[in-house]
Each structure stands twice: as C-alpha cells, then as structure tokens.
C-alpha cells in the first residue's frame, strides 16, 4: 500500500452514495429473491406431497437442475440466453426496463426455490407416520391435524437448512454484478477503481456483508430457539 | 437443435480444452485441475481448522471459530477479489488469474471443510475418546489413531458434495479472467453474437452431467457406509450436509 489506511476517504460525498446505493440494491435483491423462492418452493413442495408421479419426477428435475449448475450460468442462461428467445419486439419492450435486475431475481429466487423445496420436504419427511396416524385417531381433521401437529415439528425440522439457504441467498446476491446490476459488490469495485483505494472499499464491503450474514444467522438461531421452547411447552 | 450441434462441432475443443496447443489451457480440463487441486489443498487446512475447533486450547479455539465464522459470512466473489488485491501484496509479485482462484478456493473452502469435518468428530460417541484415553493414549494419539480414521471415512459423502460446490464455484474464475469452462462458454457466445441461449444450453448441460454423476456418487458412498455401520452395529450418525457453500 502506498498511502496510509484511510477508511474515511471511501466513505464521503459519491463514494458513500454509490456504497449506499449499493447496499440498498442488495437487500433488495435478496427480499424479492427471497419471496419468489419461498413462494415457489412452498407451491413445488405441496406438488411433490400430492403423490402424482409425473408431477414428481418433474419437480425432482427442477431440484437436479438447479442444484447441479453454478448460479453463475444460470444467472448468465437468464440474462443473455433467454431474451434472445423472445420474440424481437418483446426485446425491443425489455430493453427499455432495468432487466438486470429484474434476471437476477428470477435466476436468484428459481435456484433458491430449488433448495428451499428441499429444506421443507426432508425436514416434513423426518416426521414419523404415527404423527399423522394418531392425530387423525384423536379426531382431528386433516387441516388441524396440520396445523397443529405436523407443521410445528416440520418447521422445526427444516428452520436450520432454510436459515442456511438464506445466507446463501443472500451472499450469491453479489454475483448479479457479473450481469451489471449495480449491488455491493459492483459498488465497490466502482470505488476501487475511483479512489484506489482497494484495502478500505473491500473492507467497508466485507463487513457489511458479515453484518448482515451474522444477524440472519443469529436471528434463525433465535427463531430456532423459540420454536423448540414452543414445541418444549 | 441442429444450431447445438453445429455449435459444438465447431467449438468442443474450446469448451474441452481452451485453446490450449496454440495458448494457456482452459476450458473443462482447467475447471477440473482448479477444482481437484482446490479440494487437495484445502482438506489439510481444513483438517486442521477443525481440530483447533475441537481442540482443548481456548485460544486457538476462538480464532479458528472467527475464522469460519467471516468466511461463512461474506460472498465467494469478496474473497476473490481480497485474493486478487492482498496476495500479489505479500508475495511482492504479480500472480495468474488461475493461482488467485486456487488460492480463494483453498481459503474459502478450508471454513467448509472444516464444518464438515468437525461435524463428523463431533457425531462420534463419547465413549471412543474415553475408552481410548482409558487406554492409556495422550491427546494426539487419541486423535490420530481413534477419532480422526472413523470421523474422516464418515464425512466421505460430505466431502464429494463439497467437490460438487468447488466445481461449480470455479465458474466465478470467469469475472477475474481466468480460462475455464464458463469463460470458454463467454468466448464462444462472443464469437457467434447470436446463439447465446444455444451457448449456455451446452455449459449448463457440461455443468449438469459432471455434477449429477458426483452427486449419485455421492449418495453411493452414503449408502455403503450407512450398510456398513449398520452391519458393524456401531451406532454413528453422519453428519448432514448442513452447510450451504454452492454457487
């Protein structure tokens, strides 16, 4: 390094904004992501619990795909393949949009949704049968029999992977930069090349980052906390 | 369908090889060194990451577990380019695009590993650490001879998904540059212009079936030693694949 540790010197006037900026876009992506994902997985999960075979194999297919490709082609398949099976004056629409956004969180939200069907279908697998079979005994019905008896030990089942999931959402969000959406990552290289100033724009970038990884994971473990003393009661 | 196979026919030793007689090496063979290479490297580092996390010193203890903890926290790609920016820094010279990703992987994965393999310690039952130091063992025969061959052949599932996750983490050498699968794909697509969605059809395909026949693999290993303990009546559970790395 040739000039002194400076953090102020990236964070003041545009630089600050652009991180911001940044930061914003980022917590963005990931929410919409985040939504889509879960959103899809639940629809996925309740597919794949209906038994019918064809509908199966095909949500299993969806699983393998997503989780056997790097995030990075599928974002890469979104952004510059499909458009270009649309028809030319779609195109021409999407083009006056802000597509980059608009692909990740797609790309994003799908690959998540894949890992999330997952998390939810071993965490309600590692229900044993008798549950169902001895609410169902006691008189409840299938929908409170749900309610009460299986989804709180399916949630608690599957809360652990699904917060890890959502780190991990959250930390692939950075790779939307390879497709020009401007979130931390790119900000910060943006400042790099401004200032120069490498040490002090990834540093502000790193803790970000592990703020808001270790406030997830410590939120989960709280929320784990509080279903296992529910379920405990 | 005939443009994929025109594609191909054109392109497969770009995408095999890069353009290696007449250039650097690259395409899948360069994603396969880059991930095979990372994983050898990374398991003794994060062999030892995992003892320090179980060790009986504190400190060492505390400083392996923050270790973990900031590379679990923070995207691959901020890794990378710390790589990029503080190797070349210490070293005092320039290094390739190829040794700042193997460096960021080794870095990167040694967390993981060490998760993983701390995880297969831990699932171990008490009584083998007692009996053995009843036995007469000190700390580090317990743990060579004792914990570590049963955790190690345990976690044998959990490390080939991890070779999957390297595998498909080396296709973020494409933003630094470095020549392998993805930048392969990058190269032919600017060729062509119009093909993209054909291009990354056949990247995505390359990625599928390398990934898919590791993951069978995997689930084959899983079921053998799941027989086998079985069979043995040793109760073990292996640990799951918790943690969440891939890209």
């Known amino acids: 390094m040739t000039h002194d540790f400076d953090l102020a010197a ?17 917590l963005q992506l990931a929410l919409y992501a985040w939504l889509l994902a879960m959103t899809l997985a639940l629809v996925l999960v309740t597919v794949r619990l209906t038994g019918n075979k064809i509908a199966d194999r095909l949500v299993a297919a969806y699983v ?15 952004y510059f393949g499909v458009p270009n099976l649309l028809s030319e004056s779609t195109q021409m629409a999407l083009a006056n949009y802000n597509t980059e956004f608009l692909f990740s969180v797609i790309a994003l939200g799908l690959c998540q949704a894949a890992y999330f069907c997952e998390d939810i279908r071993s965490g309600l697998r590692a229900i044993p049968g ?8 006691l008189g409840l019905g299938y929908i409170r029999s749900m309610r ?11 809360l652990p992977s699904l917060i890890n999931h959502t780190v991990l959402l959250f930390k692939n969000t950075s790779l939307a930069m390879a497709i020009g959406v401007v979130e931390l990552t790119y900000a910060t290289r943006e400042v790099e090349n401004y200032t120069f100033r490498a040490f002090e724009s990834y540093l502000v970038a790193t ?15 709280l ?10 009661r | 369908m005939f443009d994929i196979v025109s594609i191909l026919q054109n392109n497969w030793t770009l995408f095999l090889i890069g353009q290696y007689p007449h250039g650097p090496l690259g395409g899948l063979a360069n994603t396969l060194i880059l991930a095979v290479l990372a994983l050898v490297l990374a398991f003794p580092c994060g062999l030892l990451l995992a003892l320090a996390r179980v060790s009986p010193w504190k400190g060492l203890r505390w400083a392996a577990t923050v270790w973990v903890y900031v590379l679990r926290g923070i995207p691959l790609l901020m890794v ?23 460096c960021t992987l080794v870095i990167y994965q040694s967390a993981y590993l060490c998760e993983i393999i701390r ?18 063992f000190g700390y580090m025969r317990t743990t060579i001879w004792v914990i570590l061959p049963q955790a190690l052949y345990n976690t044998l599932p959990s490390l080939i998904s991890q070779f999957i996750s390297i595998i498909k983490e080396t296709s973020l050498g494409y933003v630094i540059n470095v020549q392998e699968l993805t930048f392969a794909a990058n190269q032919v697509n600017n060729q062509l212009l119009t093909k993209p969605f054909q291009v990354f059809l056949i990247l995505a395909v390359i990625y599928y079936l390398l990934c898919f026949g590791l993951t069978q693999l995997a689930g084959w290993v899983e079921r053998r030693i799941a027989r086998k303990r079985l069979g043995s009546g040793v109760q073990t559970v292996t640990p799951g694949a918790v943690l969440a790395t891939d890209n």
């Open chain 1, 10 to 26: 990236v964070l003041r006037g545009e630089y600050a904004e652009l991180i911001v900026k940044g930061i914003e876009t980022t």
């Open chain 1, 64 to 78: 393998s795909y997503h989780r056997n490709v790097p995030t990075l082609v599928q974002l890469m398949m979104w």
């Open chain 1, 130 to 137: 008798g549950q169902t079979e001895a609410s169902r005994a």
């Open chain 1, 148 to 158: 009460y008896v299986i989804l709180p030990q399916g949630v608690r089942n599957c």
């Open chain 1, 207 to 221: 803790v970000v980052y592990l703020v808001f990884s270790l406030l997830l994971m410590g939120g989960g473990a």
């Open chain 1, 223 to 232: 929320l784990a906390r509080h279903f296992n003393k529910a379920l405990a």
């Open chain 2, 80 to 102: 990378i380019f710390w790589t990029y920016f503080l190797v070349p820094l210490l070293l005092g010279h320039n290094i390739t695009g190829f040794m700042t990703m193997l």
């Open chain 2, 119 to 136: 995880g297969g310690i831990q699932a171990l039952p008490a009584g083998q650490y007692e009996a053995s130091r009843a036995l007469g």
